[in-house]
């Protein structure tokens, strides 16, 4: 697919998440971790950080812990129509949705399963940027990126860059040169997208940038004096991988949650893409305890286009890395 074909897509823009229990979500994500709530109807919360401009996170209340879906934004209408072409060329199913503040939404599934909606028009809302006396909990600034478990990385990332365009920032691969994950973007960060190797489509993580380290720290202190620590899985410490300073947390649901700071740009056209063995130490922790094997292992299951879950698949790849608990 030539560059003047390919639908724009501007950034990772929204999840949707079912939950089992909306007023324990509630507590989590507005008591302890100050997220904002830009709407709020029966069974349903839409959420924000302080700089997003439109809420990036739904949660619904059912009687499953699913991801719905994970939302992009393309550049215009014409996108959207470009999308439909590519559906209808590769057999992916879709269909015409709504939502609050989106009124035309293109809900696909991916050739791998997951479940995804492209959008343009989408109603502004002020930031609460410097409305600092707003602000609430550690300080959620805006969404970053999406993580993914899939079966097969190397050909999943192929299509999102042939296909959508995205451009590859990192990658892990092992000795014989297998991908074992990919870091792909759009807007000119490390990732809106990444791919990790394991059973799925399954959601690893959903993620939030973070002002600084600091603000990192006191949600620990946060969810320790709510006597909730355990919902700390991994950190703080920094990633070799994208250089971010990080945090790793689970809702009442066992949705992971990633807290982030610190990485860097990707917009100068000399960048390279930096590879990375599997199992060199300073890869996923530059510093900071090793990683619990839940980290590896668990994961969110994916709705399906008619209903229902992704059966999660296994993948060639199977193992984790050495440096693990």
């Not at 094997?293 to 999660?312: I, K, L, N, Y």
Request: with cysteine.
């Amino acid at each position: 697919m030539t560059e003047a074909s390919r639908p724009n897509i501007i950034r990772i823009a929204h999840a949707v998440f079912t939950v089992r229990n909306l007023e324990a979500s509630r507590e989590f994500y507005v008591d302890l971790l100050g997220m904002n709530i830009l709407h709020e109807e029966p069974g349903a919360l839409y959420l924000r950080g302080v700089e997003d401009r439109e809420w990036t996170l739904k949660l619904e209340e059912k009687g499953t812990s699913t991801v719905r879906h994970l939302a992009y934004r393309v550049n215009g209408e014409a996108d959207l129509d470009a999308l439909v072409t590519l559906a209808e060329r590769e057999g992916l199913p879709y269909r015409w949705e709504e939502e609050l503040d989106r009124p035309r939404l293109l809900r696909m599934q991916d050739p791998f399963g997951v479940p995804v909606v492209f959008y343009h028009v989408s109603q502004k809302h002020p930031w609460l940027l410097q409305d600092f006396h707003l602000h609430r909990g550690p300080g959620l600034q805006r969404v970053d990126h999406v993580n993914v478990m899939v079966p097969d990385v190397e050909t999943t990332m192929r299509w999102y860059m042939d296909t959508l365009g995205f451009r590859l920032s990192e990658y892990t691969v092992d000795e014989q040169e297998r991908y074992w994950a990919a870091w792909i973007q759009r807007r000119g960060g490390v990732h809106d997208l990444a791919l990790t190797n394991g059973p799925g489509p399954r959601l690893h993580h959903w993620a939030y940038w973070m002002p600084d380290a600091m603000s990192i720290l006191r949600t620990c202190d946060i969810l320790a004096g709510a006597r909730q620590p355990e919902r700390i899985e991994r950190g703080p410490g920094r990633h070799g991988v994208s250089n971010a300073f990080f945090l790793y947390i689970r809702d009442p649901d066992g949705h992971r949650i990633e807290l982030y700071t610190s990485d860097y740009i990707t917009v100068d056209p000399d960048f390279e893409p930096i590879r990375w063995l599997r199992d060199d130490p300073r890869r996923q922790t530059l510093w900071g305890a090793r990683t619990p094997r839940s980290w590896f292992e668990e994961a969110s299951e994916m709705e399906a286009f008619d209903g229902g879950t992704v059966q999660p698949v296994a993948g060639e790849l199977t193992g984790i890395p050495v440096h693990v608990i």
